[in-house]
């Protein structure tokens, strides 16, 4: 199928294409466990994650440098008051909005072309992305509003890290990356406009360096065969019994030991 702005989040073509997205359910980022159980369920569209005011805030502030804000406001009308006023998260991402657009480097890093499509044929699955500001020739640049830009986060198996490993931002540039060169011939820089929702908003521009995204995308390469065969049925999605979903959808059949409580710490 051929993809547009109207059916890019369809269960057709989210069953057709494979994405960033996707991938992170299937297997995780080092900020989020992986499960495949809930990553069928979202594909199939039996699935939602919850639209949570912090998800919504980063939706606001994306919608207006895509030009779609008055249409993102009239779906989601609760980030009004009763009185129909901004409710105060909201008021916080005018407030994002407006130090952002004060920065003269930032805003040069949001001037492409918004919202572009590209679908590439990687790894042996049709790969579809979408990218918040598309440079030609010069640039890939993804919009994150975080709640903060230094927090140390960490890991058990990996320490502490950043925001952009932690939540496997370096897994969408890779993907991007290759995407764009596999339809221009051009391998781009890939940079990260962040802001945070401090109470003084932080701004950088952040590059993820070319031989980061190309070990990210070997680690990609590895995983992928099994996304394909999960997608097309071939084995059984395991659950995580930790997420949402899992939780969701258990059924008791015996009581547990309260050793098991904890997993393994
Ligand atoms: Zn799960």
Redesign the pocket.
């Known amino acids: 199928m051929k993809l547009t702005a109207e059916n890019y989040y369809s269960i057709e073509a989210n069953q057709e294409y494979l994405s960033v997205s996707q991938y992170k359910d299937f297997c995780g980022s080092l900020g989020k466990?992986a499960?495949?159980?809930?990553a069928m369920a979202k594909i199939r569209g039996e699935w939602e994650i919850r639209k949570t005011t912090p998800l919504l805030v980063g939706s606001y502030v994306d919608s207006y440098f895509e030009g779609t804000l008055p249409k993102f406001k009239q779906d989601n009308p609760e980030v009004f008051t009763q009185k129909g006023d901004l409710k105060s998260n909201f008021r916080k991402a005018e407030e994002i909005i407006e130090r952002v657009e004060k920065d003269d480097f930032f805003m040069l890093s949001l001037s492409g072309e918004k919202q572009v499509i590209m679908t590439a044929k990687m790894f042996g699955a049709k790969w579809k992305v979408k990218m918040d500001s598309y440079l030609p020739g010069k640039a890939i640049v993804d919009l994150k509003v975080m709640s903060s830009l230094r927090k140390q986060h960490y890991t058990k198996d990996f320490g502490y890290m950043d925001f952009t490993q932690y939540w496997g931002y370096d897994l969408q540039g890779a993907v991007y990356q290759e995407v764009v060169f596999q339809n221009t011939g051009h391998r781009l820089p890939f940079y990260i406009a962040a802001v945070s929702k401090e109470e003084e908003p932080d701004i950088e521009v952040i590059q993820i360096d070319n031989k980061h995204l190309q070990e990210k995308l070997y680690e990609i390469e590895q995983n992928t065969q099994k996304i394909i065969g999960l997608k097309k049925g071939l084995y059984s999605p395991i659950?995580?019994?930790?997420?949402?979903?899992?939780?969701h959808t258990k059924i008791l059949t015996k009581p547990i030991h309260f050793s098991e409580l904890l997993g393994e710490v």
């Not at 499960?35 to 809930?38: D, F, H, I, T």
């Not at 659950?239 to 939780?247: A, F, G």
């Open positions: 466990l499960c495949e159980a809930e659950r995580c019994e930790l997420c949402d979903y899992c939780k």
